[in-house]
T-cell receptor
Framework: ETGVTQTPRHLVMGMTNKKSLKCEQHLGHNAMYWYKQSAKKPLELMFVYNFKEQTENNSVPSRFSPECPNSSHLFLHLHTLQPEDSALYLC?????????????FGEGSRLTVL | AQSVTQPDIHITVSEGASLELRCNYSYGATPYLFWYVQSPGQGLQLLLKYFSGDTLVQGIKGFEAEFKRSQSSFNLRKPSVHWSDAAEYFCAVAEEGSSNTGKLIFGQGTTLQVKP
């Protein structure tokens, strides 16, 4: 039990599908993050939310649409993805923004785009 | 631009041997530095962090790291490796001004294999 739960753990979708990734944290944190982890590449920050407000969009294509309805839940809506979007998508949370401490990661959602 | 370099993509050590994983960073001011570990099928877990003060920091699972400003390095060490330490290790630095962005810059990772 990591305190950060991601669903689904695995997802296969076609390029025309619409799907969503869900992240929930039970730690009482105020900041939540989406990271993309591709093989042989550094983790890439995608989005940051602090107190439900987006504070960072790291030039992510619009086919990825985040949603943060409250400080405990974070979604990543996926639409018309490309095969190169196949990766492990990691959600993380922290008490505040990064310089106050560590990130707590979920186990990730493994996405395959056909 | 800020960056983090982990020169070793893959390292193999024997169980019980000592370990050092290298990390170099580029950063203008005093950095906030982190080491994370990712076991297969898991998310990342913080091993240790350096913000200020003593340049030798202790972490969980018997790991330590030393901040050397003159070498722009933050190498991770463990005196005696256990088979359960086999995982991928990531060095990271908090982006300057990250109190407003929450951005961590990660290295590419080092995969550690432990031989019996």
């Amino acid at each position: 039990e990591t305190g950060v739960t991601q669903t689904p753990r695995h997802l296969v979708m076609g390029m025309t599908n619409k799907k969503s990734l869900k992240c929930e944290q039970h730690l009482g944190h105020n900041a939540m993050y989406w990271y993309k982890q591709s093989a042989k590449k550094p983790l890439e920050l995608m989005f940051v939310y602090n107190f439900k407000e987006q504070t960072e969009n790291n030039s992510v294509p619009s086919r990825f649409s985040p949603e943060c309805p409250n400080s405990s839940h974070l979604f990543l809506h996926l639409h018309t993805l490309q095969p190169e979007d196949s990766a492990l998508y990691l959600c993380a949370s922290s008490p505040g923004l990064i310089n106050t401490g560590e990130l707590f990661f979920g186990e990730g959602s493994r996405l395959t785009v056909l | 631009a800020q960056s983090v370099t982990q020169p070793d993509i893959h390292i193999t050590v024997s169980e019980g041997a000592s370990l050092e994983l290298r990390c170099n960073y580029s950063y203008g001011a005093t950095p906030y530095l982190f080491w994370y570990v990712q076991s297969p099928g898991q998310g990342l877990q913080l091993l240790l962090k350096y913000f200020s003060g003593d340049t030798l920091v202790q972490g969980i699972k018997g790991f330590e790291a030393e901040f050397k400003r003159s070498q722009s390095s933050f190498n991770l060490r463990k005196p005696s490796v256990h088979w359960s330490d086999a995982a991928e290790y990531f060095c990271a630095v908090a982006e300057e001004g990250s109190s407003n962005t929450g951005k961590l810059i990660f290295g590419q990772g080092t995969t550690l294999q432990v031989k019996p």
